[in-house]
Every structure is written in structure tokens, then in C-alpha cells.
């Protein structure tokens, strides 16, 4: 059974950092593409962060760009998150994601995540 569970969510101040973990079960992580998405209250889930299964190739929303650093230990089938600087907008459910090959949109995902909440304060 595919499983990944998220951790690292929590309450934050803006301006500070947070790391999400993705703990994946299966040979399979080492041998898919992974994602971050959120989603915020009202609104859509969107695309944060994807890196492919070598971790050589990494790719970021606009809106995350230079703050968020996404990185994978297929030794360890765990993926990460590393979110500088956060803002009040930043605000989400964090949705670890795998899928075949390196994915932008829900289109190419194959599995997710339960998800973990994100909360920054202004």
C-alpha cells in the first residue's frame, strides 16, 4: 500500500521558517517525481514545488520562488520542504504528492498525501 504522510506543519510568525517532512512507504519514491501543493481556505490547491527523482531538477511557483527549497532522501523515501521567510499568505493545507514523472499540475499526480496545516502570523 502507496502511503505519505506529512509532518512539520504548524503556527509560525511571518518572517519565520518552518520544514514539512514526507515520509513515503515503498520502493517506489526513489523512482517518481515529487510535489509540494497547498491550498487555502476558499480557493483552489495549487502548485508550490516539484523535484525530479534524482533530485537533479527542481521547479517553483512564482509566488514561492526564492524562499521555499524543496529537496528528497530517496535513502531515507523522504521528501522535504524548506520555507523561509513566510508570509501571512503562505497560509495552507501542505499536500505532499509523487507521480510519474515531474509535475506542475494535479493532472500528473498519482498520490497524495493526508496533508498538514500551515498558519502564519501577521
Known amino acids: 500500500q502507496i502511503q505519505l504522510i506529512e509532518s512539520g506543519g504548524g503556527l509560525v510568525q511571518a518572517g519565520g521558517s518552518l520544514r514539512l517532512s514526507c515520509a513515503a512507504s515503498g520502493r517506489w519514491f526513489s523512482s517518481h517525481a515529487m510535489a509540494w501543493f497547498r491550498q487555502a481556505p476558499g480557493t483552489e490547491r495549487e502548485f508550490v514545488a516539484t523535484?525530479?527523482?534524482?533530485?537533479?531538477?527542481?521547479h517553483y511557483a512564482d509566488s514561492v520562488k526564492d524562499r521555499f527549497t524543496i529537496s528528497r532522501d530517496n535513502a531515507e523515501n523522504t521528501l522535504y520542504l524548506q520555507m523561509n521567510s513566510l508570509k501571512p499568505e503562505d497560509t495552507a493545507v501542505y499536500y505532499c504528492a509523487g507521480s510519474r514523472s515531474i509535475a506542475t499540475t494535479e493532472r500528473g499526480i498519482a498520490y497524495w498525501g493526508q496533508g498538514t496545516q500551515v498558519t502564519v502570523s501577521s
Open positions: 523535484i525530479t527523482w534524482g533530485g537533479d531538477t527542481t
